[in-house]
């Protein structure tokens, strides 16, 4: 079972039980870093950098790293690597995480300082790699942890989107009531009140997603649902706020216009924060 918390420079931790080893697993630029410090710890608790550097002076990983490098990180310095496969091999040759990182501007490993959140981190398919040279049986246990751990969290993602999916449809009712006591006339037809409502639907869409439900379905003919259905959480959330926010915009009497300025103001702000905090981790390494 994963155990999940927030490291307090934003980067998501959580950890997966390997074998009796408590490995930590966290979000750096969107993508999963496992902690090579701890797999290591597995092998010898007391000489993790030992087995480490052990690891990485072996040409064969060099030539791993430097691979996945070229297909990820456009700012890798390929001739600072050529010098180190170069090397691998010889009896003097050491590398080192932080001697890697510095020569190579590589991203695949990181270092994190810290008593008990810091150590080495590689990407997973870096971490696995390591994993297969420390233990063949170690490695399909990590595997196997490790999709246990992403599939909880995709069935998190799940309750969450379809709770926040929910709250917006809850709040959509205060929304329509507001359009029915301060826009809708006191006679209409239901075909009327229709449009008025259809009119304020799109309203809080122009606000938040920059098209009306129409010009969406259009760019997207064979999409299942309607434009809010494709949304993403951040979305869903910010929406759930904007019906609430345009129901007391009604109320005081604004005009669609006035609205319409004041709820995308407020959506563009509410995106950018969202999703900086979850992708805060950008801006650290």
Do not use: C
Not at 67 to 76: C, I, Q, T
Not at 145 to 152: A, D, G, H, T
Not at 193 to 220: H, I
Not at 258 to 264: H, P
Request: glycine residues 4%; proline residues 2%.
């Amino acid at each position: 079972m994963a155990n999940k918390k927030e490291l307090k420079s934003g980067v998501q931790r959580a950890t997966i039980s390997v074998q009796g080893a408590v490995v930590a697993v966290i979000t750096v630029r969107d993508e999963d870093y496992i902690s090579l410090t701890d797999i290591a710890r597995y092998r010898d608790s007391e000489r993790t950098d030992y087995v480490l550097q052990n690891w990485m002076r072996n040409r064969s990983t060099i030539e791993f790293m430097g691979l996945w490098e070229s297909f990820n990180n456009p700012d890798f310095k390929p001739i600072e690597f050529d010098g180190f496969k170069t090397e691998a091999g010889s009896n003097a040759f050491s590398l080192t995480p932080k001697r890697w990182i510095e020569s190579t501007h590589a991203i695949g490993i990181i270092t994190k300082p810290g008593r008990y959140n810091g150590g080495t981190f590689a990407h997973k398919d870096i971490a696995f790699e390591f994993a297969s040279w420390l233990s063949a049986e170690f490695k399909f246990y990590l595997i196997r942890e490790f999709q246990r751990l992403k599939e909880e969290e995709h069935q998190q993602l799940s309750i969450e989107w379809n709770f926040q999916r929910m709250l917006a449809k809850i709040n959509y009712h205060i929304h329509t009531d507001a359009i029915k006591d301060h826009i809708i006339p006191t006679v209409v037809t239901k075909a009327q009140a229709g449009m008025v409502y259809a009119s304020e639907a799109d309203l809080l869409n122009v606000a938040l997603f920059g098209k009306t439900s129409r010009e969406w379905q259009n760019e997207n003919p064979d999409a299942q649902g309607n434009i809010r259905d494709a949304a993403d959480l951040e979305h869903l959330v910010v929406l759930s706020n904007l019906e609430s926010i345009n129901a007391l915009l009604i109320r005081q009497g604004l005009s669609q216009r006035e609205r319409l300025v004041q709820l995308n103001k407020v959506a563009i702000t509410q995106i950018k924060s969202l999703v900086g905090n979850r992708q805060i981790q950008k801006l650290t390494k």
